[in-house]
């Protein structure tokens, strides 16, 4: 088996074991921990579709940022790993009817252009610095300006939550 | 077209997470797996068509900088929440000033 195809199989486990963590838990902490098991399957996947920078883009910004994030936000809220009532779902079936259908668009409208059954993966990609810092430098640049401003948020909405 | 197929599944759960949740957290969760599995429909589906180009690549590094920002907003917004009202949940929430 070779590396590509170990990544399709741990990345499309860890991918669907993950989102249903996620559906189905009612631990904040478990929660938290499926989340990251999706992240590293969106990561394995990317490194089947040979784009290695978004795979290491995944791991440092979602694994290793927003789910220490979300810990942050656990650990503000003072819930601990014991707390299992916080996490109550009241399963709907309106919602079920809705992701359903949407499920259905979804497959009706992308797998007739999605290939055989098993996706191939391309040829590596060209450089993303040269296209980042080229032709798309306006997009990037307004994606830094982006990360301050949402800082900036962050630190006004949750100091303004103290002030009052 | 498993990984397409997948990718779609993924992103009902995360619609489903999003409706049925009650917990602010939880909902944000499931934003990310939605957030997620459009980025891997956008590579897989690239891919395929033979497409897959730097620019694709740039477009998905865009999508995960701007998952981290909605992240970093969103739990910023549900903690002063918590702090203001001592509520977590959406059910809880019944006024919409003050």
Do not use: C, K
């Not at chain 1, 991918?15 to 590293?40: D, P, S, Y």
């Not at chain 1, 009817?97 to 259905?104: D, I, K, L, S, Y």
């Not at chain 2, 865009?62 to 059910?91: F, K, M, P, Q, Y």
């Amino acid at each position: 088996m070779t590396l590509e195809m170990t990544a399709l199989i741990a990345g499309s486990l860890l991918l669907a074991l993950g989102a249903l963590g996620v559906l189905l838990v009612n631990e904040a902490m478990r929660l938290v921990i499926a989340l990251g098991g999706f992240l590293l399957g969106v990561a394995l996947l990317f490194v089947y579709f040979a784009a290695p920078f978004l795979a290491v883009a995944q791991v440092f910004v979602y694994v290793g940022g927003v789910l220490v994030l979300f810990l942050f936000a656990l650990m503000v809220l003072r819930r601990g790993s014991g707390d299992i009532t916080l996490l109550a779902t009241r399963h709907d079936v309106g919602a079920a009817v809705t992701a359903t259908a949407v499920f259905g668009l979804l497959v009706i409208a992308l797998v007739p252009e999605s290939g055989g059954l098993w996706p191939v993966p391309p040829d590596v990609a060209g450089s993303v610095a040269a296209d980042l810092l080229g032709p798309r430098i306006v997009p990037f640049e307004l994606a830094g300006l982006l990360l301050l401003v949402a800082l900036v948020a962050v630190l006004v909405i949750v100091n303004g939550g103290d002030a009052e | 077209m498993i990984v397409v197929v997948l990718a779609s599944a993924v992103f009902s759960v995360g619609l489903y997470v999003v409706l049925v949740r009650r917990d602010l957290v939880a909902i944000l969760a499931g934003v990310e797996l939605m957030l997620g599995a459009a980025n891997v429909l956008l590579v897989a589906l690239a891919s395929v068509a033979g497409s897959f180009t730097a620019l694709v690549e740039s477009a998905g590094a865009l999508v995960i900088v701007l998952a981290a920002a909605e992240a970093a907003v969103g739990l910023a917004l549900v903690i002063a929440a918590v702090r203001r009202s001592g509520r977590s949940r959406t059910d809880e929430f019944t006024e919409v000033s003050g």
